[in-house]
């Protein structure tokens, strides 16, 4: 660098020696996230919404005020009835979301490691891809009755093809070397899948879970609405009845904070199991 900086004016080759110490730093990416920055877009939501209710912009009857939201969540609190639909709604979504967590995964695995079961499998898959889960619903009512399994069924259908889609994405996208350098090694095909193959299929399945988590509340929603006489859905069918706004709105904001902390539980597992990958957001 000396001789490199000799012929240099003195600003110029103290600017040099400068940017020599300079720490280096990531000029592509978006930088460093934001702690809690996912929350200042709903901050903002909701600032328009009190604003918009406060100033008369928006009619009540259209929209009820926030105030008079919160206000009858805690008549509701009081006498139970948001309690008992919350664990209702939980309790369907949680028993569908296992299920077709666990069937897509499964499923995954057959046909991402052996082409055998890609054959008959992946095929079939597809094709349920392009049928909307919510257009079996008919079907599975005159299979299932209106109870619970049907419910619970048609939010599994729901979650099952994104967790097997990016699952079998991931197992498929593993870079060819590593199998060369395990055969070089001497490694077992049992050891190879455990060590290398899960670990390499894990952002997939990560990210199929977080879209498996969105698809299980939006089945869920239409489950209650269409066809249930228990569970937030229900609450909102019958306040649709009544013309009770207030009731309607409580239990969107109730789903949408099932839907916001489900992610946000999916994303800390999705960080901590995927620790040592560094990627633009680290």
Same mark, same amino acid.
């Given at each position: 660098?000396?001789t490199l900086t000799g012929?240099?004016?003195?600003?110029?080759?103290?600017?040099?020696?400068?940017?020599?110490?300079?720490?280096?730093?990531?000029?592509?990416? /978006?930088?460093?996230? @934001?702690?809690?920055?996912?929350?200042?877009? $709903?901050? #903002?939501?909701?600032?328009?919404?009190?604003?918009?209710?406060?100033?008369?912009?928006?009619?009540?009857?259209?929209?009820? +005020? *926030?105030?008079?939201?919160?206000?009858?969540?805690?008549?509701? @609190? +009081?006498?139970?009835?948001?309690?008992?639909?919350?664990?209702?709604?939980? $309790?369907?979504?949680?028993?569908?979301?296992?299920?077709?967590?666990?069937?897509?995964?499964?499923?995954?695995?057959?046909?991402?490691?052996?082409?055998?079961?890609?054959?008959?499998?992946?095929? *079939?898959?597809?094709?349920?891809?392009?049928? *909307?889960?919510?257009?079996?619903?008919?079907?599975?009512?005159?299979?299932?009755?209106?109870?619970? /399994?049907?419910?619970?069924?048609?939010?599994?259908?729901?979650? %099952?093809?994104?967790? &097997?889609?990016?699952?079998?994405?991931?197992?498929?996208?593993?870079?060819?070397?590593?199998?060369?350098?395990?055969?070089?090694?001497?490694?077992?095909?049992?050891? %190879?899948?455990?060590?290398?193959v899960l670990p390499g299929?894990?952002?997939? %399945?990560?990210?199929?879970?977080? %879209?498996?988590?969105?698809?299980?509340?939006?089945?869920?929603?239409?489950?209650?609405?269409?066809?249930?006489?228990?569970? $937030?859905?229900?609450?909102?069918?019958? #306040?649709?009845? &009544?013309?009770?706004?207030?009731?309607?709105?409580?239990?969107?904001?109730? &789903?949408?904070?099932?839907?916001?902390?489900?992610?946000?539980?999916?994303?800390?597992?999705?960080?901590?199991?995927?620790?040592?990958?560094?990627?633009? #957001?680290?």
């Amino acid at each position: 660098m000396t001789t490199l900086t000799g012929n240099l004016s003195a600003p110029t080759r103290a600017l040099a020696e400068a940017e020599d110490v300079r720490p280096t730093r990531r000029r592509l990416g /978006p930088g460093e996230p @934001i702690r809690f920055g996912g929350l200042i877009g $709903i901050a #903002a939501l909701l600032l328009a919404w009190v604003v918009g209710s406060a100033t008369g912009v928006l009619d009540p009857r259209t929209l009820t +005020e *926030p105030w008079t939201v919160v206000q009858t969540a805690g008549t509701l @609190i +009081e006498n139970g009835r948001l309690q008992e639909s919350l664990v209702t709604s939980g $309790i369907r979504a949680a028993l569908g979301l296992g299920l077709g967590v666990l069937v897509g995964t499964v499923l995954a695995l057959v046909s991402g490691l052996s082409r055998i079961g890609e054959s008959f499998i992946d095929g *079939p898959i597809q094709v349920k891809r392009s049928i *909307p889960t919510l257009a079996l619903i008919p079907l599975l009512i005159l299979w299932l009755g209106i109870g619970e /399994p049907m419910k619970v069924i048609t939010i599994a259908l729901a979650v %099952f093809v994104p967790i &097997y889609i990016h699952t079998h994405n991931g197992l498929r996208t593993i870079e060819g070397r590593y199998a060369e350098l395990a055969e070089t090694l001497g490694v077992t095909r049992g050891e %190879f899948v455990r060590h290398v193959v899960l670990p390499g299929a894990m952002p997939g %399945f990560l990210l199929g879970l977080r %879209f498996a988590v969105t698809s299980s509340l939006l089945a869920l929603v239409v489950v209650e609405v269409i066809n249930a006489t228990s569970g $937030i859905g229900h609450m909102i069918t019958l #306040a649709s009845n &009544y013309g009770q706004t207030d009731i309607i709105v409580v239990g969107l904001v109730v &789903y949408a904070l099932l839907g916001v902390t489900a992610d946000a539980v999916v994303r800390l597992i999705e960080r901590k199991a995927l620790s040592w990958r560094r990627t633009l #957001a680290s």
